[in-house]
């Protein structure tokens, strides 16, 4: 990196409406690490509903598979991926890095924030601001749901796409939010 230091992003960084959405998060979890699932209720967030995703560990299928996405976040791969896998979503490529980071989501359990430049549907470049943050489906308060936004905006593809870094995410654990 010809001696520069690489600057992750800062929950400070965050746009507006992702703070909002942490908030709301915040005030479902209680007391408790992560909030219910069901305690969370996303419409109290209107401008971001297109941008939500929600994603769950089926042990059975031994991966994430989306139980909900948004139009944005649909158009912004290209098609629809509700009942898909996260690797049917993100490729063989990017997989076992982001199931990396989603399961420290979960086992930690802690919010995850980045940005990056990615080709999501293979047809244009696209720069995405995510917030991911966990859920509990039980009261038994184990985190095994992941709900995210994904802020996405339109540039020109790149002949190369980065692969994804260590340096565009920051993760922070849910018991010191």
Not at 65 to 88: F, H, M, P, S, W
């Amino acid at each position: 990196m010809n001696g520069e230091e690489v600057q992750k992003p800062t929950l400070a960084e965050m746009d507006p409406r992702l703070h909002r959405f942490l908030d709301v998060w915040r005030v479902a979890r209680g007391a408790a690490t992560v909030p219910l699932r069901k305690a969370f209720d996303p419409t109290t967030v209107p401008s971001l509903l297109s941008s939500i995703y929600i994603y769950r560990f089926h042990p059975d299928v031994g991966d994430y598979v989306c139980e909900l996405a948004g139009e944005q976040v649909n158009e912004a791969y290209g098609r629809v991926i509700k009942g898909d896998t996260l690797l049917r979503i993100v490729g063989a490529r990017d997989h076992p890095v982001i199931t990396e980071r989603w399961d420290r989501i979960l086992g930690v359990p802690c919010i995850h924030y980045g940005t990056a430049n990615e080709t999501l549907s293979n047809t244009r470049m696209r720069q995405a601001e995510r917030l991911l943050l966990p859920f509990a489906s039980t009261a038994e308060g184990t985190a095994d749901t992941i709900i995210g936004v994904g802020l996405y905006s339109s540039r020109r593809k790149w002949p190369d796409q980065p692969p994804l870094m260590p340096s565009d995410i920051v993760q922070i654990p849910c018991s010191e939010i």
